[in-house]
C-alpha cells in the first residue's frame, strides 16, 4: 500500500518528536500498521503497532515512551517518541501488516530523527 512518512528532523535530548505515516488508501479501519526504525549500523526493527481496532502494542524497550495513535479520516498513523535520547536517532517508517521487517521488499522513505545530546 502506497505509503509517505513525514515529521522528525534535529531535536534535542529530553524533547518530543511527533511522526506521521499517511496512506493513499483507506485501510486503518480493515489493517493493522507498524512503526519501524533501523539506527545507523543496526537492523531494521519493528517498535510498536496499532491495531485495526484502535489497539497499541510496543517493544518493551520503548514502552512508555512512544505512542502510536491515529486519525482515519487522514488516514494517517502518528508515533510519538518522548524523552528523546540520542539512542533514538535512527530513520523511521511504518507498514503494514506489522510483522517482521525482513517480510518487506517495499518500504516509504522514512522519516530521520536525529537527536543531539
Known amino acids: 500500500v502506497p505509503l509517505r512518512e513525514s515529521g522528525g528532523g534535529l531535536v534535542q535530548a529530553g524533547e518530543s518528536v511527533k511522526l506521521s505515516c499517511t496512506f493513499s488508501?483507506?485501510?486503518?479501519?480493515?489493517?493493522?500498521v507498524g512503526w519501524y526504525r533501523q539506527a545507523p549500523g543496526m537492523q531494521r526493527e519493528l517498535v510498536g503497532a496499532i491495531q485495526r481496532d484502535g489497539g497499541t502494542s510496543y517493544r518493551d524497550s520503548v514502552r512508555g515512551r512512544f505512542t502510536i495513535s491515529r486519525d482515519k479520516a487522514k488516514k494517517t498513523v502518528y508515533l510519538e517518541i518522548s524523552r528523546l535520547t540520542p539512542e533514538d536517532t535512527a530513520v523511521y517508517y511504518c507498514?503494514?501488516?506489522?510483522?517482521?521487517?525482513?517480510?518487506?521488499?517495499?518500504w516509504g522513505q522514512g522519516a530521520q530523527v536525529t537527536v543531539s545530546s
Open positions: 507498514n503494514t501488516p506489522p510483522v517482521a521487517a525482513e517480510y518487506f521488499t517495499s
Open positions: 488508501e483507506d485501510i486503518l479501519s480493515t489493517d493493522d
